[in-house]
């Protein structure tokens, strides 16, 4: 086993990045810190990863380098209650489906952008 980890770092790629910092950080209330120059970097609660099948790996280049791309959903308890919430700070959302692995929406961040928003059906991780 590999020691040392003491956590992750996501990156997610928008065309108005700075305008999605501040939606995340004043909509759901992510604490953030300023890296330098207004560069915030979120905390998120705590998270888990699942590693899906695939045809071809999903990739991204980043510093030079080919790394796995990956879709982030944020995870809820009562997927009524955060879309009305959603409803309430009017963003805008898909209507919510169900899975074999819970009930999800999609939600549009102010540069069009989509992040998905679940319940879960299967045991958590953490």
């Given at each position: 086993?590999?020691?040392?980890?003491?956590?992750?770092?996501?990156?997610?790629?928008?065309?108005?990045?700075?305008?999605?910092?501040?939606?995340?950080?004043?909509?759901?209330?992510?604490?953030?810190?300023?890296?330098?120059?207004g560069w915030?970097?979120?905390?998120?609660?705590?998270?888990?990863?699942?590693?899906?099948?695939?045809?071809?790996?999903?990739?991204?280049?980043?510093?030079?380098?080919?790394?796995?791309?990956?879709?982030?959903?944020?995870?809820?308890?009562?997927?009524?209650?955060?879309?009305?919430?959603?409803?309430?700070?009017?963003?805008?959302?898909?209507?919510?489906?169900?899975?074999?692995w819970g009930?999800?929406?999609?939600?549009?961040?102010?540069?069009?952008?989509?992040?998905?928003?679940?319940?879960?059906?299967?045991?958590?991780?953490v």
């Open positions: 086993m590999v020691k040392g980890i003491t956590g992750a770092h996501w990156l997610m790629y928008s065309k108005d990045a700075e305008a999605d910092r501040i939606f995340l950080r004043d909509v759901f209330g992510l604490r953030a810190v300023d890296a330098g120059e915030l970097i979120l905390a998120l609660p705590p998270s888990e990863l699942g590693v899906h099948p695939s045809e071809s790996n999903f990739v991204l280049g980043h510093g030079d380098q080919k790394l796995f791309g990956a879709v982030l959903y944020l995870m809820c308890d009562d997927i009524k209650a955060a879309v009305k919430s959603l409803k309430e700070h009017r963003i805008k959302h898909t209507p919510v489906a169900k899975a074999g009930r999800f929406t999609v939600l549009q961040l102010p540069s069009g952008g989509g992040i998905g928003l679940y319940q879960p059906a299967h045991p958590r991780a």
